[in-house]
């Protein structure tokens, strides 16, 4: 059975945040591979308040630890040994989903979000950004002064 252990600390999830993505109906998962020396695979929860009030919540996250233990037990050799962080943020459906799905999406977003080899640039940036995406348009360069339409000098 493959060792998980728990991100607990801010920067572990937004570092996890910056890796690959998988989606399904239920919940969305979010992993990177760490640099770090010897470690396991470490996994973290995400139930925003938008899901339902506490006690759903909580529901959803002992649904999603119980599916991780069973998922975890089944895991490949190869992919318990990798060390990455994963997130996995859970939606409104994993409330009444079956836990034959639950666990058939984490044993195809495990394995998913910490495949080796190219997670991006390293700039930060991800690539095939849009601009157009980040919250605004791109800036037109400005006008020089006095020379804009209809404004005649010295107003």
Known sequence: MA???RLKR?????????????????????GRLR??????????????KR???ATE??????????????????LSPDVAARVA?????ARRPALDA????LTGDLAHAIPAVTRPGRQGSGSGER???NPSRRGGRPSAPPAPPNERVGVPDGQ
């Open 85 to 89: 962080d994963i997130v996995l943020i």
């Open 35 to 48: 640099d770090e020396g010897p470690g396991t695979l470490r996994l973290g929860f995400t139930v925003t």
């Open 57 to 74: 919540r909580n529901r959803i996250k002992r649904r999603l630890r119980a599916a991780v233990a069973e998922v975890a037990a089944g």
């Open 98 to 101: 079956a836990f034959s799905t």
């Open 3 to 5: 060792t998980i252990e």
């Open 127 to 129: 690539p095939h950004s």
């Open 10 to 30: 801010r920067p572990d999830f937004l570092a996890a945040a910056a890796g690959r993505r998988f989606h399904t109906d239920r919940l969305t998962a979010q």
């Open 51 to 53: 899901v339902g009030r």
